[in-house]
């Protein structure tokens, strides 16, 4: 007759029997479940590395999720895009990426240096850097911000939140001669005097007497088209002598940057955006460092065309616009006496007249383009990662297959603590 | 779009106002064999003020010695470099004399040695051509001063253009005179004053 107290060991023997089988059908039923259902894993951006060799080796997860600080480097991308193709499902979600976007292009400036222009949410804190360091940071104020970097860096990054974005020059310009026609006058004067010290190559018709005996002419004022001349620069209505060309030459490509009392000519007026208006003189004001083109006297553009783009103003009056005409691109400026911002205006007036005048030319300027060498780019990190993974998802619940998880941690401790105990307490018994 | 006013420059020392009738003289000219848009009517600028910055191309001349105050060499200097045309041409004709001296010094001071104007330089054809430039004066071929002709003026180059000319050859004397005179003349002298100018105003 067995005592109370081996029949209560007995019944304990039992449980842990029972408590055994009861784990190892729940690691079955478990190991069913990952071989016919799935089993989802999570990772962030710290453990992805180990994770992915996990998944691709061990694992093999019907779903994963990745909880990214900032956008995975282009390896890791690839290799999240390349799991659906093992039967692994990857989901992603952030709550920190602010999409953004980089784009380097070449200035056709003889001086070089690259336009950068960022799209990114508004408010956001764009800064601009190259291998060497930072170049500059600002505050987006709208879709974006741009910068214009003066000498050509091979690449740019520029990093907004936890996105890096990297761009890179593809095309190098091929830059032509300029033509610049008006008559002997200060403004010719000076704007050929800036563009050459800017680097152009010039070739000029300045009219100097009445039937244009003994007007002067620099260069050898070949053809008028793309294959030589890159733009146009017209002062005054005495470059309607070359009408018709400068017309077949802006609608092939060619670029026009035009003085708004020029557009008075028929010829010319037919490619500008806008006539000229009523001159507004400028009281012999010393142009400010800060506002100098405010002490200028203007010729303003009025009864602009539909097409024409207003890129400024003064007041009410506007003073620079811009208009597409056939392939080619036409500028006009209401600023008829620049040369006074570079002669009197403050010390570092020479060269931002210089360069507010070769970006004008520049952004209409024909160039030939040839595809150069460029390091590996980013330009637009989140936007790729969604094209390349689809849109982020949420988090995944913390009730889910974590707390599975955890449990499981603690399943196989459990089960070996059982075992033993039932099987001590057999051999304490004296029971084999 | 800005009319061609001739300057003439007035500084501290010396006598700035010795050639009255020459501003008029080739204003006159530049109306009469060019299209260039000219102010009728000349001005006087002081090398110190701010309006010095207003007329890119300034006459300069004068007999007595010539001192430029800081304000006025640190104008001149800035003006210069900027694009403006200083002509200064030495009334005297005379190398000997104080203008002439001095002036020199000045320039010396202000922007280094000047550069021998080479006589093959597009300032002699940018309008009209001369054929053995520079072209001489009455007061030269004369004997008048130092008795000599000069074969050359010299210059302070920026850029390549040229920023700073100056003149031994005395045309304060020969272009002082009243416009209406040129029609009793065979040659008209003020044509490399013509000059000056155009080559200003498109070089």
């Known amino acids: ?432 | 779009m800005s009319q061609f006013v001739f300057a003439t420059a007035e500084y501290v020392s010396g006598d700035w106002e010795s050639a009255p009738a020459l501003p008029e003289n080739l204003i006159d000219s530049v109306a009469r064999y060019t299209s260039i848009d000219v102010a009728p009517v000349g001005v006087n600028v002081k090398l110190s003020s701010p309006e010095l910055f207003d007329y890119p191309f300034v006459w300069m001349t004068g007999h007595l010695p010539v001192r430029l105050t800081d304000a006025e060499r640190r104008n001149v200097k800035r003006y210069v470099e900027r694009g403006g045309f200083l002509m200064i041409d030495d009334h005297n004709h005379d190398i000997t004399g104080q203008f002439h001296k001095t002036v020199t010094e000045e320039i010396e001071r202000t922007f280094g040695k000047m550069t021998r104007l080479a006589n093959t330089h597009e300032l002699y054809r940018c309008f009209f051509v001369f054929e053995n430039p520079p072209p001489n004066t009455h007061h030269e071929l004369n004997g008048y001063g130092d008795d000599l002709l000069h074969r050359y003026l010299d210059a302070v180059l920026v850029n390549g253009r040229i920023g700073l000319l100056y003149s031994n050859k005395d045309y304060s004397s020969e272009w002082n005179f009243h416009a209406e005179t040129k029609k009793f003349m065979t040659q008209d002298p003020t044509k490399f004053g013509v000059n000056l100018i155009v080559y200003a105003l498109t070089r």
């Open chain 1, 1 to 432: 007759m067995r005592s109370r107290g081996s029949a209560a060991r007995a019944g304990t023997e039992w449980g842990l029997r029972l408590l055994i089988l009861a784990l190892l059908a729940g690691y079955l039923v478990h190991a069913l479940r990952v071989r016919y259902r799935g089993a989802t894993e999570a990772s962030d951006s710290q453990g992805l590395t180990v994770a992915l060799a996990r998944w691709s080796v061990v694992a093999a997860p019907a779903r994963v999720h990745v909880a990214l600080g900032h956008p995975p480097p282009v390896l890791q991308r690839d290799w999240l895009a390349a799991l659906p193709g093992a039967g692994t499902m990857v989901a992603w979600g952030s709550a920190s990426l602010l999409p953004s976007a980089i784009a380097v292009d070449p200035v056709a400036d003889p001086a070089g240096g690259v336009d950068v222009a960022v799209a990114t949410p508004a408010a956001a804190t764009v800064e601009l850097r190259d291998t060497l360091g930072t170049l500059d940071s600002v505050r987006a104020v709208a879709a974006g911000v741009r910068f214009t970097v003066p000498k050509l860096r091979p690449a740019l990054e520029a990093e907004v939140g936890s996105v890096v974005a990297r761009g890179a020059v593809h095309d190098s310009l091929e830059l032509h001669r300029l033509l610049v026609l008006g008559t002997a006058q200060w403004e010719t004067k000076f704007a050929i005097a800036a563009l050459e010290e800017r680097g152009w190559q010039v070739d000029a018709h300045i009219a100097v007497s009445p039937r244009h005996r003994g007007d002067v002419q620099q260069g050898e004022i070949g053809d008028v088209d793309t294959s030589r001349y890159s733009a146009v620069v017209a002062i005054d209505t005495t470059a309607a002598r070359y009408g018709d060309r400068i017309a077949r030459f802006v609608r092939a490509g060619g670029g026009l940057l035009i003085w708004s009392p020029a557009a008075k000519a028929p010829a010319l007026a037919t490619l500008a955006p806008g006539a000229p208006g009523i001159p507004i003189a400028d009281e012999h004001q010393v142009p400010t460092d800060t506002a100098p083109r405010s002490a200028l006297e203007i010729v303003p553009l009025v009864g602009l065309r539909p097409d024409a783009i207003v890129l400024e103003r003064r007041g009410d009056v506007v003073t620079l616009a811009a208009r597409r005409v056939g392939s080619g691109r036409v500028v006009e400026t209401g600023y008829t006496n620049a040369w006074r911002w570079r002669l009197a205006g403050g010390d570092a007036a020479p060269d931002e007249e210089r360069t507010w005048l070769a970006r004008l030319v520049a952004s209409v300027a024909y160039t030939g383009r040839r595809q150069v060498a460029a390091p590996p780019t980013d330009v637009a990190p989140v936007a790729t990662l969604i094209d390349r993974l689809g849109p982020g998802t949420p988090k995944l619940d913390a009730t889910g297959f974590m707390t599975l998880a955890v449990v499981l941690r603690w399943v196989f401790p459990v089960l070996v603590a059982a075992l033993l105990l039932e099987w001590s307490s057999r051999r304490l018994r004296g029971v084999k």
